[in-house]
C-alpha cells in the first residue's frame, strides 16, 4: 500500500475516567470523549478495536485505571481507535503525529518519562493495522511526542487569564491533581517556580458525595453513577422518587479542604495567587470552594476561565497545539 504523503495529527489525553482525543477535520477541531474502561467480551460494541486476532470493546467493562499512566495497557489499540474517531476507517496507511500526556511527577521523572518515551517510539517500527468497529484502519507513527499535564491545561487556556502577577494553576484529574505555580520574571515572562502532583482527585468527592447520598436515601448508588449524575444533571430514583444528587454537592468538600491543606504545604503562598482551575472537574469543584468560603470562611478563591467542556478536553488541546 502506498504511504499518504501528507500527515495528520491525533492527541490522546489516557484520563483515569476517560480517554480524551483531539484531532483536525477541514480546519475544524474535533473531540471525543470514551470511558477508560475496556473489555474483552462484551455485548456493546460502540467502541470495538481489533488487532492481532485480538478483539477489545472501549469504554465498556474494567477500568484502564492505574495510577502509573507509563504502564498503561493497550496502546496501540487505543491509537488506532482514536484516529478512527476523528477521521475514520483508512484504505491505506496514514502518517500520524501522536502527541500524548503524563501527570507531572511521571513527565519529571527521567527514568519513567524515558521508559515511556521507548516504548511509544518502539511502536514506529511498523504500521499499526487493525479494524475499528469493523472498518479497516491503517496508522503509521511519523512523530510522537509526549506532554505534561496541567501545564498543556495551561498552554490551551492560558491567553483567557490573567498573567500579568503570580498565579497558580490546578488541573484537577481524577485520581491525581497536578499544580503549577507560576511567577512572572523581571522582562514580563511567565516562569514555572514549582510544580507537584498530588494523589487526590475527583474520585475521592464522589466517593464523599456517594456515601452521603447513601447514609441520608438508603440508595447505594455506584460511585460512577455518582459522577456521571453530576456531570450530566441526571436524577437518581430513590423509591418512587427521582432525586438530584446534586444537592448533596458539598458533601465533597472534605477531600477538598484535605487538598488544599496539602496544596498549601508544598505551596504557602498559594493563597496570594490567583487560582485558575483546569480540567473535568472543576466547575463542582468551584462550587463547593464557594460553598466553604460561605459557610466556613476559608482563606482563598478560585476562578474559571472557559465552558465546562473546554475545560475537560483543555489537556489534550494543550497537547495538540504543541505539536
Known amino acids: 500500500m502506498a504511504m499518504k504523503e501528507y500527515v495528520k495529527k491525533i492527541a490522546i489525553d489516557l484520563g483515569s475516567a476517560n480517554l480524551k482525543i483531539a484531532g483536525e477535520v477541514s480546519g475544524k477541531m474535533q473531540f471525543k470523549k470514551i470511558k477508560s474502561k ?12 481489533t488487532l492481532n486476532n485480538r478483539t477489545l470493546y472501549f469504554g465498556v467493562g474494567d477500568s484502564l485505571v492505574q495510577q502509573d ?19 475514520g476507517a ?11 500526556g503524563l501527570p507531572l511527577n511521571l513527565y519529571k521523572s527521567e527514568n519513567k518519562k524515558e521508559y515511556f518515551d521507548t516504548k511509544l517510539h518502539s511502536m514506529k517500527a511498523n504500521i499499526i493495522a487493525g479494524f475499528v468497529n469493523g472498518d479497516e484502519v491503517f496508522v503509521k507513527l511519523n512523530t510522537i511526542k509526549v506532554f505534561a499535564e496541567g501545564y498543556s491545561g495551561f498552554m490551551a487556556l492560558h491567553e483567557k487569564m490573567d ?25 514580563g515572562e511567565m516562569v514555572i517556580s514549582g510544580y507537584k502532583t498530588f494523589d487526590t482527585g475527583m474520585l475521592e468527592v464522589f466517593n464523599d458525595i456517594q456515601k ?5 436515601t438508603g440508595s447505594n448508588t455506584p460511585v460512577s453513577t455518582i459522577e456521571n449524575c453530576m456531570v450530566m444533571g441526571h436524577k437518581i430514583k430513590v423509591d418512587r422518587e427521582k432525586v438530584d444528587v446534586h444537592d448533596w454537592f458539598s458533601e465533597g468538600s472534605r477531600t477538598i479542604k484535605t487538598l488544599f491543606k496539602d496544596v498549601e ?15 473535568g472537574g472543576s466547575y463542582l469543584v468551584d462550587e463547593i470552594i464557594k460553598f466553604m468560603i460561605e459557610k466556613d470562611g476559608v482563606g482563598f478563591d478560585t476562578q474559571l476561565v472557559a465552558s465546562q467542556d473546554e475545560l475537560i478536553y483543555c489537556n489534550v488541546m494543550g497537547y495538540f497545539i504543541q505539536l
Open 265 to 279: 504545604l508544598h505551596f504557602p503562598d498559594f493563597k496570594n495567587r490567583d487560582i485558575y482551575l483546569v480540567g
Open 212 to 216: 452521603a447520598f447513601l447514609n441520608d
Open 69 to 87: 499512566k507509563t504502564n498503561r495497557e493497550y496502546i496501540e489499540e487505543t491509537i488506532l481507535l482514536a484516529v478512527h474517531e476523528i477521521y
Open 90 to 100: 483508512q484504505k491505506e496507511p496514514v502518517l500520524i503525529d501522536l502527541a500524548i
Open 163 to 187: 498573567t500579568s502577577a503570580p498565579f497558580m494553576i490546578v488541573d484537577l484529574g481524577y485520581r491525581t491533581t497536578d499544580v503549577l505555580s507560576i511567577d512572572i520574571d523581571d522582562e
Open 38 to 49: 475496556v473489555s474483552l467480551d462484551a455485548i456493546d460494541d460502540n467502541y470495538t478495536v
